[in-house]
């Protein structure tokens, strides 16, 4: 497999799609099989116009991607200016199949409906709308009747004050439900980097409403964060300010321990102390384990710099083809104290490869061979 990748910025949607078309034509030196396409909030009212062109330069390629808050490419990350990443390939060992996926309510509850996912066979790449498909329980249904079909991917950001998004799906512009591509006998290893740290000791969450922790270990949540906050060294303390405190739900409930990056972040949206019950966003279900986290460039910095250096043992000296990233939009310059953090370790660890990517709402990337919703984290598909 061969990729070739693009990032323009600064120019209005038909300059850039039609910059961005010739340089990865040129960069992969012929006709690709599948276009990933990404372009900053800037283009919203435009989207139809740069997609329309880039069709026009491309063909009818196989094509999927979103408008994003922030675009990532070429050991970039642009969060504030118009911006286009492109990425390309060819050379799958089978056709790429695009799809979209819609939620159909129903009196018993709902279903998905537009692709029948199979195990095996290759990733998929999907990127999601977040106010109209359950993404968690696509997720759940995929883990639980369709073991081995793995997600990698995001949720489209820079919609909240429109209540909508913009999806690429080959040559139309679509709004609700979710989008993908299946990668037929496609090589790639999917990676979750976290980098929370975690704070105080795990707990079993002992009374629940939904989103409502209500107790864990038997005490009432709220006062088990605060005796935490109490406790804790003032350098942590200081971590869960503005925004920073994060209620992590263990993966996989069987560890003998759970450490840094064994939890699902969830954010804290609020506490009553009254009834000692803490909001986060995100159901917790009576029996799981949990643990406070804290959001931590340091900790953020270790974990993606360790994924990656396993990654370069697991390739054995072979160069990926390339990268697809998707980085929480609570990243970037929100956390980092320097610029292209992300991109610029995938640059630095795994090489100059053909990458692109946009800052998600959630990351969708799977551990332990199971899907999961991420939120705080970096998920990369390195394509071999």
């Known amino acids: 497999m061969k990729a070739a990748s693009s990032l323009v910025v600064g120019l209005g949607a038909l300059e850039a799609a039609e910059r961005a078309a010739g340089e990865v034509l040129v960069g992969l030196g012929g006709v690709p099989d599948l276009a990933v396409l990404f372009a900053s909030s800037n283009y919203w009212d435009e989207a139809g116009s740069l997609l329309g062109e880039l069709r026009a330069a491309l063909g009818s390629v ?27 390939a060819n050379g799958f060992a089978a056709p790429v199949e695009t799809f979209a996926v819609e939620y159909l309510a129903t009196a018993s509850g709902g279903l998905f409906a537009g692709h029948r996912f199979e195990a095996g066979g290759g990733p998929y790449l999907v990127f999601s709308d977040p106010f109209s498909l359950p993404l968690e329980e696509l997720l759940l249904h995929l883990n639980t009747n369709v073991p081995g079909a793995l997600v990698a991917g995001g949720v489209a950001s820079g919609g909240l004050q429109r209540r909508r998004s913009e999806l690429f799906l080959d040559g139309e512009v679509l709004h609700e439900g979710a989008i993908g591509a299946h990668l037929p006998g496609g090589q790639a290893d999917l990676l979750v980097s976290q980098g929370c740290r975690p704070l105080g000791n795990p707990y079993t969450v002992t009374k629940a409403d939904g989103r409502m922790v ?27 300010a503005g925004g920073g405190l994060l209620l992590g739900v263990a993966m996989d409930e069987y560890r003998d321990r759970q450490g840094r990056g064994d939890f699902l972040a969830r954010g804290v949206l609020g506490v009553d102390p009254e009834t000692g019950s803490v909001l ?11 643990q406070f986290l804290a959001r931590d ?35 970037g310059s929100r956390l980092f104290p320097t610029s292209d953090h992300d991109a610029g370790m995938v640059a630095k660890i795994l090489g100059p490869v053909p990458t692109a990517g946009f800052f998600a709402a959630g990351e969708l990337g799977p551990v332990g061979g199971k899907n999961f919703l991420h939120a705080f984290s970096a998920s990369l598909a390195v394509l071999r």
Not at 221 to 233: H, K, M, N, S, T
Request: glycine share 12%; net charge negative; proline share 5%.
């Open 62 to 88: 196989p094509l999927v991607g979103c408008v994003a808050q922030g675009v990532i490419g070429r050991g970039r990350e642009v969060e504030d200016e118009p911006a286009v990443s492109l990425w390309v």
């Open 214 to 240: 209500v107790e864990v270990g038997g005490r009432p949540a709220y006062e088990r964060l605060e005796r935490l906050v109490a406790d804790i060294p003032e350098a942590e303390r200081a971590l869960l």
């Open 280 to 290: 986060v966003a995100g159901e917790v279900e009576v029996g799981q384990t949990v």
């Open 297 to 331: 460039a340091a900790s953020a910095e270790q974990d993606l710099g360790d994924a990656l250096e396993r990654e370069v043992v697991a390739l054995a000296g072979r160069e990926p083809a390339g990268v697809l990233l998707f980085t929480c939009n609570g990243r």
